[in-house]
């Protein structure tokens, strides 16, 4: 799939979700505002709204692009279809890694890999090559990867780090209009959140996805692609090096749960002090746990 497929396709999903977010015989912005929404150019555009005129999601008069219905779910283009190929192995990486139990310097094997996430060798051996420079994985003098631990000293960088770019980004909620997205976003992770506090006991082990989405969400108001590129390598740290000690998995789940609820209610309250007080609690707990597993490890 060329690269310009690939982003036409991504960007006609993102239409989808903007429109769902519309009543029914709304109108959509015009095509200046919507290219710089989906961050293309405006012949993307033209042809994203032909597509959807054709459907009949969108009448498109003219300057006027009402709304005729919403979205089904086979109208989507899949992940695989708007996904570089590098962006599905490190989803697939990312994944393996926190739900695989892999030990402290085990070695990875391309070959292997590349079967587990049905790509090519070639494919795999130019994602570790670009993903080392996170320090998570090393080649050997024999030419064979491994996953790699972290000292403390990095721990604590990358912990600064991640404080830096969430205060950052949380301080927009601020003055975020009543309208914007990730106020919906907040309301559906709130919900995930309570429902898993509720099958705690059984499913404690689903907290490392759900902890991933909900910084996601809250970096992504930043709007800044050097937040996007490490939301990744920040979620696949914290969790894989402490899922190491499965001592006090539960309560440590269990109470970060608790702490993202309170920190949901101080972004809808607006108040800086409070957001900044449950941000640096949260994100200071995260720290310590990490640290502890280091030591432990």
Not at 77 to 82: I, K, N, R, V
Request: glycine share 4%; net charge neutral; proline share 2%.
């Amino acid at each position: 799939m060329t690269k310009a497929n690939t982003r036409f396709k991504e960007s006609f999903n993102q239409c989808l979700g903007i429109i769902d977010d519309l009543a029914i015989g709304a109108e959509l912005p015009g095509e200046v505002a919507l290219a710089d929404a989906l961050k293309v150019s405006r012949t993307t555009v033209r042809n994203i709204l032909t597509s959807l005129n054709d459907l009949g999601i969108i009448d498109w008069q003219g300057r006027a692009k009402v709304i005729l219905r919403h979205s089904k779910k086979d109208e989507f283009f899949s992940d695989q279809e708007t996904s570089p190929i590098s962006e599905r192995i490190e989803g697939k990486f990312l994944k393996w890694i926190l739900h695989g139990d892999i030990a402290p310097d085990a070695p990875l094997n391309e070959l292997e890999l590349a079967r587990q996430f049905n790509v090519g060798t070639s494919s795999v051996r130019e994602f570790l090559i670009n993903f080392s420079r996170f320090g998570l994985i090393d080649k050997k003098q024999n030419q064979r990867w491994v996953l790699r631990g972290f000292t403390k000293e990095y721990a604590l960088e990358l912990s600064d780090v991640r404080e830096m770019f969430e205060l950052h980004a949380v301080r927009s909620f601020v003055d975020l209009p009543d309208d914007h997205a990730a106020w919906k976003q907040l309301d559906k992770l709130e919900s995930q959140h309570l429902k898993l506090l509720d099958q705690i006991d059984t499913q404690y082990s689903r907290f490392s996805e759900l902890d991933a989405r909900f910084h996601a969400t809250l970096n992504r108001v930043s709007n800044n692609r050097f937040v996007d590129e490490f939301q990744d390598i920040i979620s696949l740290i914290f969790h894989y090096h402490y899922q190491w000690n499965k001592k006090d998995e539960k309560e440590r789940n269990e109470a970060a749960i608790l702490e993202h609820l309170a920190y949901i209610k101080a972004l809808r309250s607006r108040n800086w002090e409070a957001i900044k007080s449950n941000a640096i609690k949260h994100l200071g707990t995260a720290k310590n746990t990490l640290l502890r597993s280091l030591n432990q490890n």
